[in-house]
């Protein structure tokens, strides 16, 4: 509503910081990592504060015809270990970076695009029954890109795997009460797909 919206709105300029210096310390086509001062509402300067861009993603919480849930299994260099999660992956941009201001010629495909080709990729599975669930900042605190969630039902098996050359990954099909059962016991490790699944929940199914 617009009562909330000026709400939201009220406090932005009292509480905004001004980035007065930043320095790139890794600039190449996967990544943005800066180093930057900024100025607080109350005049003083603090640095550092460490950020990086890398492209926008999507997560696609996927079903299939007898309504169990496909999931990939594959190694996150983070916390060096093996997780269970939903299929996702980058937006693909024409000029072949990661990151960065679009133009003419380097805009982003569509996010649902991304979806399917990523599902398609990723699983081998395609759906023509596709919803939109959200877009949010997958860490706010030091990243600037953002998550495409999407929901994919009746899901059917068209093809193998086609992964990128990084790309080492299995297919897991699994119940509602087992994808429960994962995020009780912190073995559905990426939180973002978490909340996709709370989501997906919230939206019955």
């Given amino acids: 509503s617009r009562d909330l919206e000026e709400k939201l709105e009220k406090d932005r300029d009292d509480l905004a910081w001004e980035e007065v210096k930043t320095e790139h310390i890794i600039q190449n086509e996967w990544i943005d990592f800066r180093q930057s001062a900024y100025r ?8 550092p504060y460490y950020s990086y861009s890398r492209r926008d993603y999507v997560v696609i919480v996927a079903s299939d015809t007898e309504g169990n849930f496909l999931c990939v299994r594959q190694f996150r260099q983070g916390i060096k270990e093996v997780t269970t999660e939903f299929p996702a992956g980058g937006l693909e941009r024409s000029d072949g970076m990661g990151y960065g201001p679009e ?4 805009a982003s495909e569509d996010a649902l695009d991304a979806a399917k080709r990523e599902l398609l990729e990723e699983t ?4 023509d029954e596709w919803s939109y669930l959200l877009k ?3 860490n706010a605190t030091i990243a600037d890109k953002y998550a495409f969630v999407y929901r994919a039902k009746n899901c059917r098996k068209v093809a193998g795997q086609n992964l990128d050359e990084t ?37 019955m199914m």
């Fill in 40 to 47: 607080f509402p109350d005049g003083t300067v603090f640095e």
């Fill in 103 to 106: 133009t003419r010629d380097s």
């Fill in 124 to 127: 081998g599975y395609e759906s």
């Fill in 136 to 138: 949010i900042p997958s």
């Fill in 167 to 203: 790309e080492f990954l299995n297919v897991e099909v699994h119940t509602t009460q087992e994808i429960e059962e994962m995020i009780r016991r912190g073995k559905f490790q990426q939180c973002v797909h978490v909340m996709a699944w709370l989501l997906a929940k919230a939206g």
